[in-house]
């Protein structure tokens, strides 16, 4: 085996309580490298068209790589991956915590998990060993207390934990995994796959190591990498975490729904959730900020927030990032930032996705003001933009599966169903995915990016739109940005980043990374460092293409193809003040670039992988 791997992956089928290691070759790790890579194999062998999202015949796969067998900075991160309940396409999902080294130093690469427990459990994995243990005790905590009641239960307060809440124990399709309570893989529902096998929590610790070829080489690539990213990350970034000042300025930010524009509905309100007010308002400590960082990270993005007044919207914990202030404060035009913070506390506590849940808290106002709703619906609400209490109850409802929020349950899609008449246009999404915040007609690459994207809406399967305000990726050839408002060129810029993310989920690393100058060039040469392989930069972004084709071969076997690669009406709707003022990508220009994506993919017309693509890139 090359260094940076065990060759092991652990199985755990929860029916049978069997455990088993299966054991994998250097030519595999070389051609998949490990995280969503291993993941998309075993989904594209062992999960069929006629296996549901939360059948115990589907796989919850959690992962890591190479870098995990190391120090180099954004190696804290592994990655989750499962048929979704909310899509039922391929979910993939990063966190951070301190489960990624765990996970390896447990002696394996990869866990899957199969079938259903008879009755509540988790899995206590300690240095190889795997104990189902009883989680009746566990049903119905939140997921603080559930991660507190483990360690304590165990004995062990330092072993990592992830777990589901009670929205995962409802198998809301949205519902997120918690990672040592401040840390979560976040969308596409792998909350409620977890919490249809009856496994409430994953406790991991691991005290081996694995063997690193260049372990001088390593120690150096570390030093200078995190001296590189501490001198380069924006200084807003390291000490404000990712708050909404960019966005807004780029006509990225989602206002009321994707419907309004910044600057004539929410012109001053965006500054209230921005650092430095952020910081002064949460009573941010940059110290805690650092306790929870993931492990192994320079810019420690994640807020710890203490506040007390006003009373009703008290929280210590983890604070809202950027997705949360964009979904539940400008996309509700909500800009009480007390408010928000509360709300991203329950989305937190219960394990719930920040991001589609504060899209149905907007969508179901949108659809109150145009009479689509009415109290009967509403429980007696009466739906209002900006209302800080009403997104904080929306929010507990969905969490809690009760009243409005059970409307949520099973994702945006089926409940624009439910709704009628013209609430199915009017929802924003791709594959049921709901969109981030982050819009496509701010980044042109974005359109074509949301749309082809195998777990639909997502800003992190490729960062192309950083592109377009400097990001490069000179080793693909992208060396200059592209402009923002042309959709020439868009498909290959889509493309490469989709394929320099399939690289970083494999490895496993955080894109943050690359805001502070860590490239491809350097990802490689870590890679190198770690197993001693010398493999050349063509060999290594062949690898990138692999896993993003293998991944679409996926959702192919699934039943996707060319029809879910839609983007939502909402697209076309300009802004009328601002940066993007009178500018939308034109549908035609995306279709001409949806199949400028499949041409570059080497697929046919419809999206799906041809028999020369797949013997090319060696997959069966």
């Known amino acids: 085996m090359p260094n940076g ?22 030519e595999y790790c070389r051609k998949y490298l490990g995280g969503v890579g291993f993941a998309a194999d075993i989904l594209y062998k062992e999960v069929g068209p006629e296996v549901g999202a939360l059948d115990p015949e589907n796989r919850l796969i959690m992962g890591v790589g190479p870098f995990q067998a190391s120090p180099v900075p954004g190696s804290g991160k592994f ?11 391929i979910c993939y999902s990063m966190a951070g915590g301190s489960m990624a080294q765990s996970l390896k130093k447990t002696g394996y690469d990869t866990l899957i998990v199969q079938g259903k427990s008879d009755k509540p459990i988790y899995l206590w994995i300690n240095d190889g060993k795997v104990e189902f243990k009883d989680a009746s005790s566990l049903l119905g905590k939140n997921t603080a207390e559930t ?8 004995n062990e307060p330092k072993a990592s934990v992830i777990d589901i809440g009670p929205s995962g124990e409802k198998l809301i399709a949205f519902a997120c995994l918690v990672v040592d309570k401040h840390s979560f893989a976040g969308r596409g529902g792998l909350g409620a796959v977890m919490g249809s096998k009856n496994l409430k929590a994953i406790a991991v610790k691991g005290t081996k190591t694995p063997e690193i070829a260049d372990s001088q080489k390593i120690r150096d690539l570390t030093r200078e990498l995190n001296k590189r990213i501490r001198e380069n990350a924006p200084e807003a970034f390291l000490k404000g975490g990712t708050t909404c000042e960019p966005a807004e300025e780029r006509g990225d930010l989602p206002v009321k729904y994707w419907k309004g524009d910044s600057g004539l509905v929410w012109d001053k309100e965006y500054a209230k959730l921005n650092y430095p007010y952020y910081s002064e308002a949460l009573n941010v400590d940059l110290a805690e900020c650092a306790k929870i960082a993931c492990q192994n990270c320079p810019i420690h993005c994640h807020r710890h927030i203490e506040t007390k007044e006003p009373a009703k ?25 007390h408010a928000i913070a509360k709300a991203n506390e329950i989305c937190n506590l219960y394990g719930l996705d920040v991001i589609s ?8 106002t949108e659809c109150y003001e145009k009479g689509l709703l009415n109290k009967d619906d509403t429980f007696g609400m009466e739906l209002k933009w900006g209302d800080g209490d009403q997104l904080v109850e929306v929010i507990r409802q969905i969490a809690n599966k009760e009243k409005l929020g059970a409307l949520a349950a099973d994702g945006i899609v089926k409940a624009a169903e439910k709704i009628g008449g013209e609430a199915p246009s009017m929802a924003v999404h791709v594959k049921g995915m709901d969109f981030p915040a982050h819009d496509p007609r701010a980044f042109f690459s974005l359109a074509v990016s949301y749309a082809t994207s195998s777990r639909g809406a997502c800003h992190t399967h490729g ?6 305000v400097g990001l490069l990726i000179p080793e693909m050839g992208i060396t200059e940005a592209p402009p923002r408002f042309v959709m020439e060129g868009k498909d290959y810029v889509a493309a490469k980043f989709h394929d320099a993310s399939a690289i970083l989920d494999s490895a496993t690393q955080c894109g943050f990374m690359v805001f502070g100058g860590f490239g491809l060039t350097d990802v490689l040469n870590s890679i ?25 071969a996926v959702n192919v076997k ?37 199949s400028g994506y499949y041409k570059i993919r080497g697929w046919d017309s419809d999206g799906k992988p041809t028999p020369e693509t797949m013997k090319n890139l060696g997959l069966s």
């Open 5 to 26: 791997y065990w060759g092991k992956i652990l199985r755990v089928d929860l029916t049978t309580k069997k455990v088993s290691e299966e054991k994998i070759s250097e």
């Open 79 to 89: 990655i989750t991956v499962a048929k979704s309940p909310l899509t039922n396409a």
């Open 147 to 154: 991660a507190d009641m483990i360690r304590e239960e165990l």
């Open 313 to 337: 919207y008290a929280v210590t914990g983890s604070g809202p990032e950027y997705e949360a202030l964009g979904m539940l404060g400008g996309c509700n035009l909500v800009d009480d930032l």
């Open 357 to 364: 849940a504060g899209a149905f808290a907007a969508f179901a």
């Open 463 to 468: 960062l192309c739109y950083q592109s377009e």
């Open 528 to 552: 190198n460092a770690i197993t001693g392989w010398n493999m050349p930069m063509d060999e290594f972004l062949k690898i990138g293409e692999r896993i993003s084709t293998l991944k679409r």
């Open 558 to 594: 699934w039943g996707f193809s060319r029809k879910d690669d839609k983007l939502p009406e909402v697209v076309n709707l300009p802004s009328k003040k601002g940066v993007r003022a009178g500018k939308t990508p034109k549908p035609s220009e995306v279709e001409s670039a949806i």
